[in-house]
């Protein structure tokens, strides 16, 4: 699976829209982009995935860029309760594959 | 939907004992389940990969004695840690997916936290 790179951490602002960012310049043409978050000391929760078309659903927005070199996802009014570590994963889609997890991005929501 | 459920949420045991994590899927079939394990302030990593009703796929550096899994039917698979040790403490989190699409979402369960004494 290929490779992503994201910020060690971000801050944003409570209600504020929070704009994510992931690298994946050796995505493959099969391979999806994931995205999840994990609440500290919980498991990891799905939050959205695409293939090349920008997504939308009640967590959050998933833009990737043309050439899917890139990714952005968009949480439209953060809340302190978005406090998590996000991770973005780039995985062939299948029920057999495996995730690789990398650092993620640890966001904090502040008042 | 696509809840998935980890038993115990905690466990504390004595070193050299066994200790087995139960992991559900709730609401939907789960036709491979995942196991990982997540030490403080590190990510999460792979420990191994099951299909229900077949032998596990252990990740390198792993030891499948020692880590044994059960995915004994579509909805619940089992790790077995055998004779504990205190390196063993750790955060153990299960996934599962099904087939309900062409990209099968992986879901988490909500982790069981491991202290060997």
């Known amino acids: 699976d290929a490779k992503t790179t994201q910020p060690t951490s971000m801050d944003c602002a409570e209600g504020r829209a929070a704009n994510l960012p992931c690298n994946h310049s050796?995505?493959?043409?099969?391979?999806?982009v994931y995205w999840y978050r994990q609440i500290h000391s919980q498991g990891p929760q799905y939050i959205i995935h695409?293939?090349?078309n920008n997504e939308t659903n009640e967590m959050a927005s998933l833009i990737i860029t043309e050439d899917r070199k890139s990714s952005t996802l968009i949480l439209p009014h953060a809340t302190l309760r978005d406090t998590a570590v996000y991770y973005c994963?780039?995985?062939?889609?299948?029920?057999?594959?495996?995730?690789?997890f990398g650092g993620g991005t640890r966001v904090l929501v502040k008042p | 939907g696509a809840v998935v459920s980890q038993h115990p949420s905690w466990v504390i045991c004595k070193s050299g004992t066994s200790v087995k994590i139960e992991c559900r899927s709730l609401?939907?079939?789960?036709?491979?389940m995942f196991w990982y394990r997540q030490f403080p302030k590190q990510s999460l990593m792979l420990m191994a990969t099951?299909?229900?009703?077949?032998?596990?796929?252990?990740e390198q550096g792993v030891e499948k004695d020692k880590f044994l899994i059960n995915h004994a039917s579509l909805t619940l698979s089992t790790l077995t840690v055998t004779s504990a040790h205190p390196e063993d403490s750790s955060f153990y989190i299960c996934?599962?997916?099904?087939?309900?699409?062409?990209?099968?979402?992986?879901?988490f369960g909500p982790g069981t936290r491991l202290t060997v004494l």
């Open positions: 996934s599962a997916a099904g087939t309900s699409g062409p990209t099968d979402t992986q879901y």
């Open positions: 050796t995505i493959s043409g099969n391979e999806y």
């Open positions: 695409g293939l090349k």
């Open positions: 994963i780039v995985r062939v889609g299948a029920a057999g594959n495996k995730l690789t």
């Open positions: 609401d939907f079939q789960a036709t491979t």
């Open positions: 099951s299909n229900e009703g077949s032998k596990a796929t252990y």
